[in-house]
């Protein structure tokens, strides 16, 4: 309550400044007029303490309705997940930050090692040393200001260098790449800024205690930044085709392109040497849609630092995925309102997310046989029987089943298989589907919010069946700490035969990965580089994906 009235004294100064008339002009008002002025003053007044007032009392309320609202709130509750947060932040702020993992999941796992605790809490020292509005920041922006062909290599340029990420394509590819951009600034003491000209701040709460992550707006490329791709001068595989840069020769900035169409040159990035020149660079922008964390493992002195972070190698996206997304108090209120009305009381809660790679109709019935295929052959669902069938000695479970498609066909279609007939095992089968927007709408607030809302809720389910490289299913699974079945992508207007296989990893695949080593290893598969860094299961011997069990 002393925080309404802190603010709402604020208020009424703001007011009085804003509707300070002159004595002179009030003594020249007519009565009706002094009323009508002091009504309206009054009126504003008394709304602007009541949104303040509302917006409080919402905030309570969801963190009432998120702790008492869980079958499993009664349990002890891990609010820094092993170590990972800080108590460093309001709840109220941020209901999920404290309570998505304790109230509604099992507990993880996989814990959290303590060397990546202590390098979160010194990064997050760094962060508020280096972050926006400090006088680092303003040092080392000024040297982005004029001419950019200053060498760099030899100067000292602060005691802050940065990372930029910068959101492009869906939100998977933007959850994925983030998490793999902050991981590399843990690695090299970078500080991550991000791209705030999309609506990051309208799905997630800030995540380092004291400071802030957004790319602020006067940044002084940030009118540039859109316009850059592999072509742009500054982009490092640019750079090192035009024998443009070098230990001796270093720009003030760089463009890295990890892009599904990166060049041989832009993968260099990964390579040791090439680590040693980009780590003279004060400022990196980046533009990713591939989760790159496997590739990283490829340099020696990262790799030194990896295992020390992530003893459970396949972890490194759950853990990071754990401490840096927090969703907003509005998308937090959507995902726990859905699982409260269909998941919460049920016995199972199955996930499957389908996603259709093809330009044609959304809907195709090979891949609703494919679903069918995978989840009854893999007895993940029961077959669809006759009411003499049902074996009614089986207790009378319920298995809530959540789908999430752009289409809402494949849940239909599921829903009147199961209401129309029982099951075979006397199992209830209840389907869901949050939406069906039939497009994709990246950028649009509410068709990200009901996304991010729809990833969370399926990394709440128990087993969950996903699409080959689709990002918003490594996404879900990874978040949930789940090992997916992957739905294998159709080549045809057939089913796949087998049509899916469970992964005995919950990392993401980095599609597009690098094709083979660095230095000495130039010219070997990538995928046979390390014992641990494996080709992905849905990918045909393409793409990189870290492994523990092998």
């Known amino acids: 309550m002393n925080h309404v009235l802190t603010i709402t004294n604020q208020t009424k100064v703001n007011m009085y400044h804003l509707f300070q008339i002159s004595g002179d002009v009030v003594r020249s008002l007519g009565l009706k007029m002094k009323f009508m002025i002091t009504f309206i003053f009054t009126g504003v007044l008394i ?115 940065y990372i930029v990420w910068v959101a492009v394509y869906g939100l998977g590819n933007r959850i994925l790449t983030l998490a793999s951009v902050f991981l590399y600034a843990l690695l090299t003491d970078r500080v991550v800024l991000v791209d705030q000209s999309k609506d990051i701040s309208d799905l997630f709460c800030e995540p380092f205690p004291g400071t802030s992550w957004l790319l602020p707006r006067d940044f002084p490329l940030t009118r540039q930044i859109d316009g850059y791709n592999r072509e742009y001068s500054r982009c490092y595989g640019t750079m090192l085709n035009n024998h443009a840069i070098s230990a001796n020769s270093t720009p003030p900035h760089l463009y890295l392109h990890i892009i599904h169409d990166s ?171 949050p939406s069906g927007e039939r497009y994709q709408q990246t950028d649009k607030k509410i068709h990200d919010q009901k996304a991010l809302t729809e990833m969370y809720l399926l990394s709440l389910t128990d087993k969950v069946v996903t699409s080959a490289r689709s990002t918003f299913g490594y996404v879900a699974h990874s978040l949930g700490g789940l090992k997916p079945w992957l739905l294998y992508q159709p080549r045809d207007a057939s089913v796949p035969d087998p049509p899916c296989i469970r992964s005995t990893s919950i990392e993401p695949c980095h599609l597009t990965s690098p094709s083979h080593g660095c230095d000495a290893d130039w010219g070997t598969d990538s995928g046979k580089v390390l014992p641990f860094v494996k080709h992905c299961e849905d990918r045909d011997n393409d793409g990189l994906k870290l492994f523990d069990e092998l």
Not at 90 to 101: A, F, H, K, P, T
Not at 127 to 142: F, L, Q, V
Not at 275 to 282: E, F, G, L
Not at 408 to 415: F, G, I, T, V
């Open 47 to 161: 709304g602007s303490v009541f949104l303040l007032s509302s917006s409080d009392n919402f905030n309570d309320q969801l963190l009432y309705a998120t702790i008492n609202g869980s079958k499993e709130s009664k349990t002890p509750q891990d609010k820094l997940k092993g170590g990972l947060l800080t108590a460093d932040f309001d709840e109220r702020s941020c209901v999920s930050r404290y309570y998505q993992s304790s109230l509604y999941r099992k507990p993880s796992p996989y814990k959290p090692s303590e060397y990546l605790i202590s390098k979160l809490r010194s990064y997050e020292k760094l962060h508020k040393r280096c972050g926006p509005g400090t006088r680092a920041y303003k040092e080392a922006t000024k040297i982005l200001h004029g001419h950019d062909d200053k060498n760099y290599a030899n100067k000292t340029v602060g005691e802050c260098k």
């Open 263 to 433: 060049r041989d040159e832009d993968k260099m990035f990964f390579c040791p040497k090439d680590q040693t020149m980009i780590d003279k660079v004060p400022w990196l922008i980046v533009k990713a849609n591939v989760y790159f964390v496997p590739s990283l493992w490829f340099n020696p002195s990262f790799q030194t630092e990896l295992v020390k972070m992530f003893p459970q190698k396949e972890a490194a996206f759950h853990l990071l995925a754990r401490y840096l997304y927090h969703p907003t108090n509005e998308v937090w209120g959507m995902i726990t309102k859905y699982y409260k009305a269909h998941l919460a009381k049920a016995d199972e809660r199955l996930g499957i997310q389908i996603r259709v790679f093809s330009g044609g109709p959304g809907y195709l019935q090979n891949v609703m046989d494919q679903v069918l295929s995978c989840t009854q052959r893999e007895k993940l669902l029961p077959q669809a029987a006759a009411s003499q069938e049902v074996n009614v000695t089986q207790s009378q479970k319920v298995k809530a089943v959540l789908v999430t498609s752009l289409y809402p066909e494949y849940s239909d279609r599921l829903r009147n298989m199961f209401s129309k007939q029982p099951s075979s095992t006397g199992e209830t089968i209840k389907v869901y589907q």
